[in-house]
């Protein structure tokens, strides 16, 4: 059983929303770079990055992170993980940081992302997207730019789905 949360264009209106509020924040886009965390966080960084361009007139920067060996639980999997490849062609030293991911849940991720970028200098701030909040933290992380938030039960999972990866855009929570 399963119940859409977000269709095409609460997806794309939450994008807008999302960018708008960026902007506002950091006074435009002088200032930022935009880091998606893998897989969906890419694509929805792209899309956000791709807003401000057409806003501002300036595209951010745009790098992608892949978090694997900064996971808590990395040694408590019992096969090898696939890591991918993490690219930030430019420094994060004193910009703000805005990290995009596609659902936030436990934190436990955007804290493995944080530790991530201080490898590659030291923000002025960093600034956390999140297209859906599902509730259920265990860690003190809350999204400084929100999509929606819904609670779930934590035997639910919320899927986001995105053309790029998967034909359709659309949010829905699945029974576990």
Do not use: C
């Amino acid at each position: 059983m399963s119940k859409i949360i977000m269709d095409s264009q609460t997806v794309d209106r939450a994008i807008s929303r999302i960018s708008n509020q960026i902007l506002e924040r950091n006074k435009g886009a002088a200032e930022i770079v935009v880091i998606g965390i893998r897989t969906r966080g890419i694509h929805i960084a792209e899309r956000i990055v791709d807003r401000i361009e057409k806003l501002e007139g300036i595209r951010p920067p745009l790098g992608t992170l892949d978090i694997t060996l900064y996971r808590d639980d990395f040694r408590r999997k019992s096969e090898w993980p696939s890591v991918q490849k993490t690219h930030i062609p430019f420094s994060v030293e004193d910009k703000n940081v805005i990290l995009v991911d596609d659902v936030i849940y436990t934190g436990r991720t955007t804290r493995a992302a944080i530790e991530a970028i201080m490898d590659y200098g030291r923000p002025a701030s960093i600034q956390l997207v999140a297209l859906v909040d599902r509730g259920h933290r265990e860690l003190p992380i809350q999204a400084d730019y929100l999509g929606i938030k819904v609670m779930t039960q934590k035997t639910e999972e919320v899927k986001v789905l995105l053309k790029e990866t998967d034909g359709r855009d659309e949010v829905v929570v699945v029974e576990g």
